[in-house]
Structures are given as C-alpha cells and as structure tokens.
C-alpha cells in the first residue's frame, strides 16, 4: 500500500497534467480562456482539502471527475475526436480510479 504522502503527490502530479492537457486544448483555440478557468476551478479547489488529507473531499472530488468524464466523452466518441481529447478522458479515467482509493489509503496510514 501507498503512503499518503506518495499517494497525495500522485494525485496532485495527475491534477497538474489533467489542467495542462486541457491547457492545450485552449491553445488549439477549441474552447477559450473563460472556459478553461471554470473548467479548472473545480480541481484547484480540491487541492487545499487534497493536503489535508480529507475523506469526504476524496468522495466528492470523485463525483467531480464523473462530471468531466461525461463532458468529455462527448467530445471523444463525437465524429472528430483529436488525440488531446483521448489523453484527458485518459487522465479523468485514471485520476477517478486513483481518488477512489483515497479514502482507504487514508485509513490504512491512521
């Protein structure tokens, strides 16, 4: 098992490179800067309650990742899917299977 110190590294390191994909995606011009920030808002809020080391963060921020899941997937399995859209419902896939550990991970090291 994980320590959470390496678990909450891991998690944030999947964070960072989901905002830097969608990043990207911005610099393409397939959606704008605005977008993007809204978009953001959500996982750079979980950050602070990440380091803390909430349970119930874990759970929410799992409900979070579905959300994103749903809006990407439209774009993904759309008629055009470009490869940047793959690798962020790539990371939203692996980061929902990761935080869904979190509150085990959590328990195990108290």
């Known amino acids: 098992m994980l320590k959470v110190k390496t678990f ?8 960072l490179s989901l905002i830097f994909v969608k990043l990207l ?10 977008v993007f920030i809204i978009w953001s808002l959500p ?5 602070p309650f990440l380091l803390k080391k909430s349970i119930k963060a874990y759970q929410s921020f799992c409900f979070i990742l579905l959300i994103y899941f749903l809006l990407a ?25 990761h935080s869904m550990y979190g509150p085990k991970t959590i328990r195990s090291d108290n």
Do not use: A, H, K, M
């Open 8 to 15: 909450t590294q891991i998690t944030l390191g999947l964070i």
């Open 25 to 34: 995606i911005v610099f393409t011009g397939r959606i704008n800067y605005i």
């Open 43 to 47: 996982l750079l809020s979980f950050i």
């Open 73 to 97: 997937s439209l774009r993904v399995f759309g008629i055009d899917g470009p490869l940047l859209d793959i690798f962020e419902i790539s990371l939203i896939i692996i980061l929902f299977i």
